[in-house]
């Protein structure tokens, strides 16, 4: 597990706040021998709402999803599709970080022996924090510039992905994403390299905010 602390000044953000961005490395459980699990996978499922009725972090969630998708169609990967006890699972970590104050990974091996996730074989998780309501995708470039996160979001052995963000009352965000394996997926086998850093799709740090 590695964590990589960001101290660029952002002419934007800088006039409102001293900025503080935290991400850590994912943590990959893969358990493809078929020992535990369902003999099928969960369908793919609708992701949040994007348009502005939607709550922020909905919207946020959407477009950190999104963004996954081009970056993996850019360079010849299958996409992941929304599973949503997986965005449940992002949204409670999310939450319980914050509560805590403490940027960690939770024990994904739990996670993953639950009965709701029987259907999956193998999980990968990336998470990140910021010290004000920071744009989708400056979390996004953030994880695409970090090896250990990229290696997640470009990995072609994840065929689902669930989002989930939190904005904390002090003003923070914290977010998970957590990618996963169906037991019955067609996809080449989770892999422990890390793809290079260009081209990012969407390198622009915009989107939707806690804000």
């Keep these: 597990m590695t964590t990589h602390r960001h101290a660029r000044h952002r002419t934007l953000l800088g006039v409102l706040y001293a900025l503080a961005l935290t991400t850590t490395g994912c943590v990959v459980v893969d358990t493809t021998d078929g020992s535990i699990g369902a003999a099928t996978g969960p369908a793919p499922q609708t992701?949040?709402?994007a348009g502005s009725e939607a709550a922020p972090e909905?919207?946020?969630a959407r477009e950190i999803f999104d963004r996954v998708n081009d970056e993996r169609r850019e360079r010849?990967?299958?996409?992941?599709?929304?599973?949503?006890?997986?965005?449940?699972?992002a949204r409670d970590w999310s939450a319980a970080m914050a509560e805590r104050g403490v940027l960690e990974h939770q024990d994904v091996q739990e996670v993953?022996?639950?009965?709701?996730?029987?259907?999956?074989?193998?999980?990968?998780?990336?998470?990140?924090?910021a010290s004000g309501p920071v744009p989708a995708g400056f979390a996004h470039v953030g994880?695409?510039?970090s090896d250990g996160h990229r290696v997640n979001v470009?990995?072609?052995?994840?065929n689902r992905l669930g989002v989930g963000i939190y904005c904390a009352p002090d003003?923070?965000?914290?977010?998970a994403q957590e990618f996963g394996r169906t037991v019955?997926?067609?996809?080449?086998?989770?892999?422990?390299?890390t793809p290079p850093v260009e081209p990012i799709a969407r390198p622009q740090e915009d989107g939707p905010s806690c804000a």
């Design 184 to 193: 019955d997926a067609d996809r080449p086998e989770v892999s422990r390299e």
């Design 154 to 158: 470009l990995n072609p052995g994840w």
């Design 58 to 60: 909905e919207r946020m």
């Design 171 to 175: 003003g923070s965000v914290w977010a």
């Design 112 to 129: 993953l022996s639950r009965d709701a996730l029987s259907g999956f074989a193998g999980m990968g998780e990336n998470i990140f924090t």
């Design 143 to 145: 994880w695409m510039r």
């Design 76 to 89: 010849g990967i299958e996409p992941v599709e929304w599973n949503e006890e997986l965005a449940g699972v």
């Design 47 to 49: 992701p949040p709402a």
